[in-house]
């Protein structure tokens, strides 16, 4: 059924989606590779409010207003998505009442996952939230292997900043801090966690 009421697009590697103030027409389903969804300051700081994985979706605010896009949607690979105009989507619900409860569970996932990034930013110094978003990619992308647990997603240091709302260097040099405290190992875009409780304790608020 979706099939007839979307289409397919290919995306290159760090290709925009969508611009703050572009109106927001569409939903679109990640089919394959990562899309990140983030906001500038006036300054052109980019904070990540969320990484986006196959199977995903994203665009949905659009079924709740009419109010132009306040983020931006970039590809992080070469990405192929599926995208639906609001107007079949909204028709796809009327027919497909289970549907609807998803997209509002999804809805209510966002805006706790966007109250746990305000919280982290007010309430947690740099090293606490580094040790936060390590913990939680280990949970959602971990593999186990004999010295700990891998991070198995690539980042660059520059996205982890992102993602924590810190600099480049700032990050690198508590990367670096958790290396030496025997918490973790990295090389390039690899990172293997080999004390969670630790990490855990470095959590305070």
Known sequence: MVSHVSFMKKYSKKETIYLPGDRKEQIYLLKSGRVKISKLSAEGKELILTMLGPGDVFGEMALVDD??????????????????????????????????????????????ELETKIEDLIFRDVHSRLAHLLLRLAQEHGLKRDRGILVNIKLTHYEIASLI????????????????EGLLDFDRRKILLLNEAELKRKIRT
């Open 67 to 112: 109010s132009p896009s306040g983020t931006i949607a970039e590809t992080m690979d070469e990405t192929h998505i599926c995208v639906i105009s609001r107007k079949n989507f909204e028709a796809l619900l009327t027919q497909k009442p289970e549907l609807a409860f998803q997209i509002t569970k999804l809805i209510g996932l966002r805006r706790k």
């Open 165 to 180: 709302g810190s600099t480049r260097e700032t990050t690198t040099v508590c990367l670096n801090d958790f290396k030496k």
